[in-house]
Nanobody, 115 residues
Framework: QVQLVESGGGLVQPGGSLRLSCAAS????????MNWYRQAPGKQRELVAL???????NAADSVKGRFTISRDNDKNTVYLQMNTLKPEDTAVYYC?????????WGQGTQVTVSS
């Protein structure tokens, strides 16, 4: 049974930084996409950033230039470096691994940007 375990969320002031981590426990193979989503109160879940097996990345326009997605293949771990955080980045952040026949989600980690 594969589980995705997120860490790194918390409370940060506007302009600050956080680094989220998501590690897969159990055996997982051929990850095609490693994604970060977020969901703010009263809003739909949205894709924040994605990383393909080939190393290509993409990010939502609202976070481009501020957020960076990266991975450690040896550890089956994906990271989201978030800089210059804004109050509108406040949300629960979820990691998501997609591969042949599977679509795993983490439990979510709260990020709150407030002074």
């Amino acid at each position: 049974q594969v589980q995705l375990v997120e860490s790194g969320g918390g409370l940060v002031q506007p302009g600050g930084s956080l680094r989220l981590s998501c590690a897969a426990s159990g055996s997982i193979f051929s990850i095609l996409f490693m994604n970060w989503y977020r969901q703010a109160p009263g809003k739909q879940r949205e894709l924040v950033a994605l990383l393909t097996s080939g190393g290509s990345t993409n990010a939502a326009d609202s976070v481009k230039g501020r957020f960076t997605i990266s991975r450690d293949n040896d550890k089956n771990t994906v990271y989201l470096q978030m800089n210059t955080l804004k109050p509108e980045d406040t949300a629960v952040y979820y990691c998501n691994f997609v591969g042949p026949g599977y679509n795993y989600w983490g439990q979510g980690t709260q990020v709150t940007v407030s002074s």
